[in-house]
């Protein structure tokens, strides 16, 4: 397994772990925007050149010294592996290496697998804030 910087061919294999694991909030477009943009962190784990996972985060564009890590998936054939977090440490070694200072993570606060992983990598629930949503018609 290899973790490597996310190239355009890698979105068809991105997109497939969202349809594995029916999950719609990503799509092709945010995935190439991610891939244009700067200050987006876009990482995949490669089993030979098969996508098994990846990971999404940025940094702020108002304070450079914070990241928000926002998607992390792994297929449901390669999980309780390692894979997720060998990808966010990675995510967390290269913003380290950017002087990054903080990182976040948004999590369902459903999804047990993802909080537990969170948690065992180190990170702490915070209930400062909450996600409200609106959509523009």
């Not at 477009?29 to 089993?47: E, G, I, M, S």
């Not at 990971?55 to 914070?66: L, M």
């Not at 390669?78 to 894979?83: A, D, E, I, Y």
């Not at 047990?112 to 915070?126: A, M, P, Q, T, V």
Request: some cysteine; glycine content about 6%; overall charge positive.
């Amino acid at each position: 397994m290899k973790i490597l910087n996310a190239k355009k061919r890698d979105i068809s294999g991105c997109l497939a772990l969202l349809k594995e694991t029916k999950e719609t909030h990503f799509n092709e477009k945010k995935f190439k925007l991610a891939l244009q943009n700067k200050n987006t962190l876009f990482l995949v784990a490669k089993n030979k050149e098969d996508v098994i996972g990846y990971v999404i985060g940025f940094v702020s564009p108002c304070d450079y010294e914070d990241v928000l890590l926002q998607e992390t998936r792994v297929s449901i054939k390669q999980r309780r592996k390692g894979f997720g977090t060998k990808l966010v440490n990675e995510f967390l070694k290269r913003t380290r290496k950017k002087g990054i200072d903080s990182v976040g993570a948004i999590i369902d606060r459903e999804d047990k697998i993802g909080i537990k992983l969170y948690s065992k990598l180190g990170f702490s629930k915070k209930n400062k804030w909450l996600w409200y949503d609106y959509k523009i018609k």
